[in-house]
């Protein structure tokens, strides 16, 4: 606090919301929050006498966030899990690393109450886990025990100085633990599971963290309980569903490969086998000779080279139909190794220690062949598995009818559903491109009527103002500017499209990057001076060579740069710097201009896009510079990169290049005016317009050819100047542009009609934007009349000789009779 009161003690005001402080409370230290000002106070002569200070404690607002919030992200995280294991999993890593601990897990109790079982926990990496470590309850300590029977949270902030725990330190210390947070899961009164958070050090829990691992512990208790009655019933369900499906497959095949196949793979599955096998009963004339039909869950590799099986005192009994044989260990069997030469399994056989088989045997009595089992551990085989494989092998010998049939309209129901994915993939694909389509065309109207707009009025101002030098050269001038931004914006159109359907051809060559970029500064200066702006240049010594097309290269530049300079503010600075690491070259365009807003980024390089496209574009164009830009250099084996701070905090663009180590750097005429049926005489008062426009030639032109119309017209070119204008002499008829930069003509034609002096003034939208919705739009925001640009001078001149008349009358009426003589 002591910086706080400095500061404030200079005569700064503060506030502070929800500043934490760790505090000792109740014998514990825990974590608060607060919200607070401090304010100077001063005498009569304005010295600092001292200071004012108000505070808020907000810990509880501030601890039931934050457990909100981890609840939400633990809830957020366990509603996706449906494995028992991933649940318990998941909730120890949240745990862990919210409390910043050295391991957390749960412990299962077991039937009779003895021991804990861990399957799996969550280190840091430096405790050791417990996964796997079964432990005796009593090893806690008796009176930790009988407490976590009754519910009651262990929380223990030092082992060796806890009465309760101290006596069993060592058993602790074997597991690494000296403080620890004990949540025991009761279910019907009785104890099933615990919840541990250790630590290898002393540490004091605060209550906040003991009640946050209470909640937490039942919430994963519950999902957990969920999950495995969930996993349980998708077993039961999954074993239905194989039976039915298997039923189904047997009944309606007639080979017998598939058929036997289906009940191998089914009975490997559901009874846990780790391998199993159909042996076909093809006995030869000594009765010991079977055939190894179809095998699931091993390679035929595994098989082959053992020879065919004998009726061996294991083996035999299941190919004469005898009930099935179930073993939880076959090598411990009486029977098992009594048959030479191998006495049990041959060499190189599978380990076998669960064993179980079943007869196939049909409805005449005939054994079929037998389904066999294996499994490398003991006890794998349950009672239920032997009556579910035994109902298994009943299906298998009753049915063998229609697998073709069957198997036919399995593949063209799949074939169906594929085919229906692929036409609702195709169909939202066309839907997403009609829609692009449609966006980038609305775009591309509004932004070819921009240049336009000038154009067709310096065209009417020729018509109107005639031959005079100086009214040509200025109108020459807003022409050839703004043919040339349509150019530029169909130049780059036509690229992109080249350049996506792969119809640029590179033509490269060894080159030094230097020379691209004095070509790319030459054709960016005229801009740059244009706009005042200062270049900087930071350039290695050594050549810069690249494997590249000189043009395409100084077009991608000059793209950068062309952008650095648009959209930074007139006298602005751009360095352009080049760097050299490992097998890469490195450009950067860095400017202080507008910058962009941090969502923007991942999408600078996209095609069309140009930031959000609101209405406030001040610097217009089809946003394909950037995406031709990350095209061309792509094609150059190349990567581009945006970075910006935010708005008004300038930007830099990167491109990096594969460096080429072992080589050397090596007017259309003008348009005739179209005479424009402009109603004579029609300015017979001087009606006070103001127009505004950020376009400055769109706007001086305008401006013009009403002036010499005969109106009193002003210009301004933002939201801002436009309101400064109109209080000094408000206006008449006010012709706003919509897409204004910062406040745009909505909003300014919004705070126009609130000011009481204008509230008479006509409101004429003058916009590039002519669709229906944006007409309706303009007059909701108090619009009077709405013009799609380019401008019908005519239709124009017309409404403001009838708004004049109105005006001249009103104007009239409202004058001192001495002066309207």
């Not at 969930?230 to 058929?259: I, K």
Request: proline residues 5%; glycine residues 8%; hydrophobic residues 45%.
């Amino acid at each position: 606090m002591q910086p706080l009161v400095e500061r404030v003690m200079a005569g700064e005001e503060i506030f502070m919301r929800d500043m934490a402080f760790t505090m000792s409370r109740n014998g514990r230290r825990e974590r608060t929050w607060f919200t607070f000002s401090m304010s100077p106070v001063r005498d009569a002569t304005q010295r600092i006498v001292g200071m004012y200070g108000a505070s808020t404690e907000t810990t509880h607002r501030m601890r039931a966030e934050r457990r909100q919030a981890f609840q939400l992200q633990v809830a957020d995280t366990l509603r996706r899990l449906s494995n028992p294991h991933d649940v318990m999993a998941a909730a120890s890593r949240l745990l862990g690393e919210q409390f910043g601990v050295g391991r957390v897990g749960y412990a299962v109790v077991d039937e009779s109450k003895r021991t804990v079982s861990v399957d799996a926990d969550w280190t840091d990496g430096q405790m050791a886990s417990l996964g796997g470590v079964t432990r005796p309850m009593d090893s806690f300590g008796p009176e930790l025990v009988q407490q976590a029977q009754r519910g009651v949270t262990l929380c223990i902030d030092d082992i060796s100085r806890d009465t309760q725990a101290a006596a069993y330190e060592a058993g602790y210390a074997a597991i690494g633990v000296r403080a620890m947070i004990i949540v025991p899961l009761l279910e019907h009164d009785r104890l099933e599971a615990i919840l541990y958070l250790h630590e290898a050090s002393a540490r004091e829990w605060s209550t906040e963290e003991v009640e946050l691992a209470e909640d937490v512990a039942r919430r994963t208790w519950d999902a957990f309980q969920r999950a495995r009655a969930e996993q349980a019933l998708l077993a039961e369900t999954r074993v239905l569903e194989l039976l039915q499906h298997t039923g189904a497959r047997v009944a309606s095949t007639l080979d017998m490969q598939t058929l036997l196949q289906a009940i191998t793979d089914t009975a490997t599955e559901l009874s846990g086998a780790q391998f199993g096998a159909f042996f076909y009963n093809a006995q030869n004339a000594d009765g010991d000779v079977y055939r190894l039909y179809t095998l699931s869950g091993a390679p035929w590799e595994a098989f082959e080279g053992l020879g065919h099986p004998r009726a061996t005192p294991v083996f035999g009994p299941t190919f004469h139909g005898q009930p099935p044989i179930r073993s939880g260990d076959i090598t411990r069997d009486p029977r098992y190794g009594q048959w030479p030469p191998h006495h049990g399994m041959p060499p190189g056989h599978l380990p076998v220690r669960s064993y179980l088989a079943v007869p196939v045997v049909s409805r005449s009595g005939e054994t079929i062949g037998g389904l066999f089992l294996g499994h490398a551990d003991t006890d794998v085989f349950t009672e239920r598995t032997e009556r579910l494989i035994g109902g298994i092998a009943a299906q298998a010998a009753l049915a063998i009818d229609n697998a073709r049939l069957y198997a036919a309209a399995q593949k063209a129901a799949e074939e169906r559903e594929a085919l229906l994915v692929r036409e609702r993939l195709a169909r939202a694909e066309s839907e997403r491109l009609s829609k692009m389509k449609d966006q980038f065309l609305a775009m591309l109207a509004h932004e070819l009527r921009n240049p336009l707009a000038p154009i067709a009025t310096a065209a009417e101002l020729l018509n109107i103002a005639g031959g005079s030098e100086a009214v040509v050269q200025r109108t020459s001038e807003i022409i050839l500017r703004q043919t040339a931004h349509m150019t530029r914006m169909v130049n780059d159109l036509l690229d992109v499209s080249r350049v996506t359907r792969d119809l640029v051809t590179l033509e490269k060559r060894p080159l030094n990057l230097k020379e691209v970029i004095a070509t790319a500064v030459d054709q960016v200066r005229p801009l740059l001076i244009e706009k005042k702006h200062q270049l900087t240049l930071q350039l290695p010594d050594e050549p810069l060579v690249v494997n590249g097309d000189v043009i395409r290269l100084v077009q991608a530049l000059a793209n950068i740069l062309h952008n650095a300079a648009k959209y930074t503010p007139d006298g602005g600075e751009i360095w352009l710097s080049a760097e050299i690491a490992a097998d890469r070259i490195f450009l950067s365009v860095k400017d202080n201009g507008v910058g962009m807003p941090t969502e923007f980024l991942p999408q600078a390089f996209e095609l069309f896009s140009q930031g959000a496209q609101t209405l406030a574009r001040s610097q217009g164009g089809l946003g394909l510079g950037l995406a031709l830009v990350k095209k061309l250099v792509e094609l150059h084996g190349g990567a581009v990169n945006a970075f910006s701070e935010g708005p008004g905090k300038g930007s830099t663009f990167g491109i990096a290049l594969p460096r080429l180590r072992d080589a050397t750097a090596a007017g259309d005429q003008p348009a005739a005016a179209h005479q424009l049926p402009i109603e004579q005489g029609i300015a017979s008062v001087a009606l006070p317009i103001l127009v505004v426009d950020d376009n400055r030639d769109a706007a001086l032109t305008l401006a013009e050819i009403l002036q010499h119309e005969g109106y009193a017209v002003s210009v301004a070119h933002s939201a801002e100047d436009a309101l400064l204008e109109v209080s000094k002499e408000p206006p008449a008829v006010m012709l706003l542009d919509i897409g204004l930069p910062g406040m745009d003509g909505y909003d300014l034609a919004r705070q126009i009609k609130a000011i009481p002096e204008l509230r008479n003034a006509i409101l004429i939208a003058t916009t590039g934007y002519g669709q229906g919705p944006d007409l309706e739009e303009a007059m909701g925001a108090g619009f009077h009349h709405h013009f799609v640009k380019p401008v019908d001078l005519a239709q124009l001149c017309v409404l403001l000789a009838r708004i004049g008349r109105t005006w001249t009358l009103r104007h009239s009426s409202a004058m001192p009779e001495s002066k309207r003589r």
